[in-house]
């Protein structure tokens, strides 16, 4: 058993120091505020309840792997060998999927 983290991109936007910027200006508030407005919610997915070959369980941290058709990880440091935890590095892209949604 291991815990995945699967990590997206922190901002919804581009570029966020201009958005900020620019909903500061239009709302008159602080930064947090609009920081709030532009983050990903969807920027970390954590699955408790994945299962990885035995072989895996002896990694140390930042050691690094492919998951099959998923993409790459890393040992997390905060790992143990009572608690494994990955952390996606890189997905691994999926043209098959775009093609089906056009």
């Known amino acids: 058993p ?7 991109r922190l901002w919804k936007v581009e570029n966020p120091r201009d958005e900020m910027a620019a909903i500061c200006e ?9 920081m709030k407005e532009i983050i990903n919610p969807d920027s970390l997915h954590v699955l ?3 299962y990885i070959e035995k072989f895996v369980a002896t ?3 930042l050691d690094h792997f492919q998951f099959q058709r ?6 997390d440091p905060d790992s143990t060998a009572e ?3 990955f952390n996606r590095t890189v997905g691994l892209k999926d043209s098959w999927a775009k093609e089906q949604k056009k």
Request: hydrophobic share 40%; glycine share 6%; net charge neutral.
């Open 2 to 8: 291991a815990e995945v983290r699967l990590y997206d």
């Open 26 to 34: 239009a709302r008159n508030c602080g930064a947090l505020e609009a």
């Open 48 to 50: 408790t309840n994945c």
């Open 59 to 61: 990694a140390k941290p």
């Open 70 to 75: 998923i993409g790459y990880f890393n040992v």
């Open 83 to 85: 608690h494994l935890v």
